[in-house]
């Protein structure tokens, strides 16, 4: 009798919470909205989607502009605006509350497979697999209280395909990161401003496909196919530890608010969560059916959102695997004693 009641209390502590399913095609992007009532994800299907996070159901109609891929979206820093990259080349910003396409930047020439918000929400960045990273100022309906420091506003990054991009916290620096050629993979920090390469973080042996930066700036976080997470001290761009648990590419990665637990996705049909104070897995994998996508935390960090080639997005109680592992502390923030 106890080692079934364990048995049931182990596969409710890792078993989704909730599923998002009506995507007619593989789900690459979910992201939590505001408020915790939310989230939005994008699909290869050419559509944006909105759903209530407790019942699972889609709100409103679809979001489309147009018939192309979507393959990546971010959320501005104060939740009113979407960035979504997509296979036309095309950067789009979407209003959270109309539903519509406020802006569409074109430049690239290629698919767009990241995007990445700037902390003052003035920028947005974008990777493409055209091999280049270009930034785009955001215009408020306000006047800005001071101008946009010129800034640099296509990089020509030496990789044959961008598939990551990011700003550091502070947006002073950008890490990219793709496929080189061959068997070179790195991952380069360039100067925000200027476009000036600052290193070449060299290390994986497959394509780069996801970039994290911790919230206090001293840490980047990458994941590869070659089946690894590696983490950089952006002090002096080593690699500090190399995180080999997952037995396919890892395809994305997530940082909790409070820095202490990452999240990570693979095409090995599971997502795992890693204790950042050591390096060490948190609890089984999540299991799904299909290759997953992609991977983001709510605002409190107690949920996790997935989206899955199998058509659909789930969610994901972290404090319930957190507590299932006897973890709890992992959610509070490591500053408070």
Known sequence: MSSTATEKKVTSAITHRQIFE??????????????????????????????????????????????????????????????????????????????????????????????????????????????????????????????????????????????????????????????????????????????????????????????????????LISGSSDCSIRTWNTTNWQQTAVLNDHTGGVYGIAISPNDRILASVSDDKTARLWNLDNGQPISSPLQHADEVNCVSFSAGGKRLATGCDDKNAYIWVIAAILQEAGLDDLLADPKVS
Not at 140 to 150: Q, W
């Open 22 to 219: 009506g995507h007619t095609e593989g789900v690459l992007g979910a992201v939590h909205l505001p408020g915790g009532q939310r989230i939005i994800t994008c699909s290869i299907d050419g559509s944006l989607r909105v759903w209530n996070s407790k019942s699972g159901k889609q709100i409103g109609h679809d979001w489309r502009d147009g018939d192309s891929e979507v393959v990546t979206i971010a959320l501005s820093p104060d939740g009113k605006k979407v960035a979504s990259g997509s296979h036309d080349g095309a950067v789009r910003l979407w209003d959270i509350d109309t539903c519509k396409v406020v802006k569409k930047w074109t430049g690239h020439t290629d698919e767009v497979w990241s995007v990445c918000w700037s902390r003052d929400g003035r920028r947005v960045l974008s990777g493409s697999i055209d091999g280049n990273a270009r930034q785009w100022e955001v215009e408020s309906g306000e006047t800005m209280p001071e101008p946009i420091e010129n800034i640099f506003a296509s990089i020509e990054t030496g990789h044959k395909r961008v598939w990551a991009v990011v700003y550091s916290p502070d947006t002073t620096l950008i890490a990219t990161g793709g496929y080189d050629g061959r068997d070179e993979c790195s991952i380069k920090i360039w100067d925000a401003k200027t476009g000036k390469l600052v290193a070449t973080l060299k290390g994986h042996t497959g394509t780069v496909w996801c970039l994290a930066w911790t919230k206090d700036g001293k840490t």
